[in-house]
């Protein structure tokens, strides 16, 4: 950490004098990001470090998140909640956790008694991020949710309320906001090097074969859309750096009995500009890709949403940045914007963006790919 504070350690050089300049603070994200509320009772002395504890210990939690969080300085593994008892011995074992620190979903509001633990992230089926979202909140626990946010966007503006209202901070699994690459694409749309962007094509999906997952589950929140389609959305929005102001949208199925949810979905938005992004997303097929066409040029990343190995390829001049943990990042980064008063890089607003889009999308599927004012 230097004096320019965590955050100049984690933006790329080639968008740090962006980021400086546009920010009285010395501290901006690629997306408008409201006032922090205050994140610490003024009688508690100050941690160092914050405790963070894993609701759902599914393969994200487990494969993922539970190692990255080893590698962040600002916060640790202080505890689970787990609906399944047969896991805990292991978690116990591997991280050193301690009885009190284990919760399950019934006295999960018992934490608000936990003074070692301050954050929550919340790795459930889409359909309970809302419920465990407010309930963190009213126990007093800054949330991570992973993303997408919730199942409705008026969920999304009921967990945003119970935050505030509790005075703890909310941010949303966006972990491509903390990666280089994905960085200089948002970079790319505000500095515009290859002129006004014309065209932007993504998609992101990968061949389901266990159809008995809560994502194929209509009831729980599931869906390609919700699942990989974010990542497609996401994508298109940080690209332009604009809000869609239409889409379209169609649904399709190659194997209608194994989906309650949508197996495959195609989406096209139309933005301000005049900038248009065919989006596709499916539990059909692996695919990974996100190309952007400008005026006098192009540039594209292929993969744009993995865990590692993202690659990119531009018309002029070359993509290269480092690979980084960006679970890592992800949580380090908030704890530090926690301990030190500092604005969210991705906020619950951000979240509920997605959603509002998500509806229309629907909306449309509904009515045979009308196109739907946003």
């Known amino acids: 950490m230097n004096n320019n504070g965590f955050l100049s350690n984690i933006i790329p050089t080639t968008s740090r004098r962006e980021f400086i300049k546009k920010s009285t603070a010395g501290l901006v994200t690629a997306l408008a990001a409201p006032t922090i509320l205050s994140c610490a009772n003024s009688n508690e002395t100050k941690k160092e470090k914050l405790g963070l504890a894993l609701m759902g210990l599914g393969y994200y939690s487990t494969d993922i998140l539970a190692p990255s969080i080893q590698m962040c300085k600002n916060t640790y593994l202080a505890g689970i909640v787990t609906g399944t008892p047969s896991k805990t011995e292991t978690w116990k074992a591997k991280y050193n956790l301690k009885d009190e620190n284990i919760y399950n979903y019934d006295n999960f ?92 094509s993504v998609g992101a999906g990968f061949n389901m074969t266990s159809f008995d997952h809560w994502k194929a589950r ?117 704890a530090w914007c926690i301990l030190n008063d500092k604005p969210m890089r991705v906020t619950g607003e951000e979240g509920l963006k997605d959603i509002v889009v998500v509806e229309k999308i629907r909306e449309s599927i509904a009515q045979g790919g009308k196109t739907i004012m946003i």
């Open 218 to 334: 209509k009831e729980l929140g599931g869906g390609a859309m919700m699942d990989m389609g974010v990542y497609s959305l996401q994508a298109a929005r940080y690209s332009t750096g604009e809000e869609p102001i239409s889409v379209s949208a169609q649904t399709f199925y190659i194997r209608p009995d194994n989906f309650e949810a949508d197996e495959i979905t195609s989406f096209q938005l139309q933005f301000p500009s005049g900038t248009v992004a065919n989006c596709e997303t499916g539990f059909h097929a692996n695919f990974n890709y996100l190309k952007v066409y400008c005026v006098n040029g192009w540039y594209e990343l292929d993969p744009f949403s993995s865990y590692n190995g993202i690659k990119g390829k531009k018309s002029k001049g070359e993509f290269n940045f480092p690979e980084v943990n960006q679970q890592a990042r992800q949580m380090d980064e908030f």
């Open 109 to 200: 509001d018992e934490i608000a008694k936990n003074k070692e633990i301050d954050i929550v992230y919340v790795v459930l089926p889409n359909s309970m991020h809302k419920e465990f979202t407010i309930r963190a909140a009213k126990a007093g626990k800054h949330v991570i949710c992973e993303k997408p946010m919730a199942v409705t966007s008026e969920d999304c503006r009921e967990m945003i309320k119970a935050c505030k209202d509790n005075n703890v901070q909310l941010s949303i699994g966006y972990r491509m906001h903390y990666e280089p690459y994905t960085q200089e694409i948002m970079r790319l749309a505000r500095d515009k090097d290859f002129g006004d962007i014309r065209q932007i």
